[in-house]
């Protein structure tokens, strides 16, 4: 299976501050890769499909890159709504596989 | 607004059928484009893909439950159903049930029921 090596495991930053995170597959994936935002308590929240597709709702501080086997999610103005664990998800090949977060602390 | 909600016992003990429910609102489960999904995160843990499965009934299953797992439809009640057998403490988790948008791959999970958590305990 496809495993997915999300960076850093945890994160502490400040309102304001742009962050990003990244997702390694071992294999070359496509665009196939979906990021989601867990609070919780909460069921996840799919903030990027394709690796860079905005999803209607999401705020546009959220933006999404990479291709291939290389991925980031940036977040570009933290606010402190935005603290949470974010995953990312490949769906390029079964079975679909989750990174194993990155947990942002504002 | 497509909404998810999944039903079932919070407490199995060892041994015995972890068995689901997740009933589908605002859409047909019969509408073409969609997969059925159900997904489970082990406490304080991430997100395990578990299986889909398609308004046909064809599944795709995650392989380290594969043997112990089936996945049905209920086009009529508009509902997708899970069944585990066997079950131990490692089968403790939250399980989600959600919508896979696309095709069997290459497609996202856009929408989530909000979790039910299952204990296996004797």
């Known amino acids: 299976e496809i495993v997915l090596t999300q960076s850093p495991d945890f994160q502490s930053v400040t309102p304001n501050e742009k962050v990003t995170f990244t997702c390694r597959a071992s294999?070359?994936?496509?665009?196939?890769l979906h990021w989601f935002q867990q609070k919780p308590g909460q069921s996840p929240k799919l903030l990027i499909k394709?690796?860079?597709q905005s999803i209607s709702g999401v705020p546009s501080r959220f933006s999404g890159s990479g291709s291939g086997t290389d991925f980031s999610l940036t977040i570009g103005s933290l606010e402190a709504e935005d603290a949470a664990t974010y995953y990312c998800h490949q769906t390029a090949a079964l079975p679909g596989t989750f990174g194993r977060g990155t947990k942002v602390e504002i | 607004q497509v909404q998810l909600q999944e039903s079932g016992p919070g407490l199995v003990k060892p041994s015995q059928i972890l068995s689901l429910t997740c009933s589908v609102s605002?859409?047909?489960?019969?509408?073409?484009?969609?997969?059925w999904s159900w997904i489970r995160q082990h406490p304080g843990k991430g997100l395990e893909w578990i299986g889909n499965?398609?308004?046909?009934?064809?599944?795709q299953y995650t392989p380290s439950l594969k043997s112990r797992l089936t996945m049905s439809v209920d086009t009529s009640k508009n509902q997708f159903s899970l069944k585990l057998t066997s079950v131990t403490s490692a089968d403790t988790a939250v399980y989600y049930c959600?919508?896979?948008?696309?095709?069997?791959?290459?497609?996202?999970?856009?929408?989530w029921g909000q979790g039910t958590l299952v204990t296996v305990s004797s």
């Open positions: 394709f690796a860079s």
């Open positions: 294999q070359n994936i496509g665009s196939n």
């Open positions: 605002g859409d047909s489960i019969s509408s073409g484009g969609y997969y």
């Open positions: 959600a919508r896979a948008r696309g095709r069997s791959t290459s497609n996202y999970l856009d929408v």
């Open positions: 499965i398609y308004h046909s009934g064809s599944t």
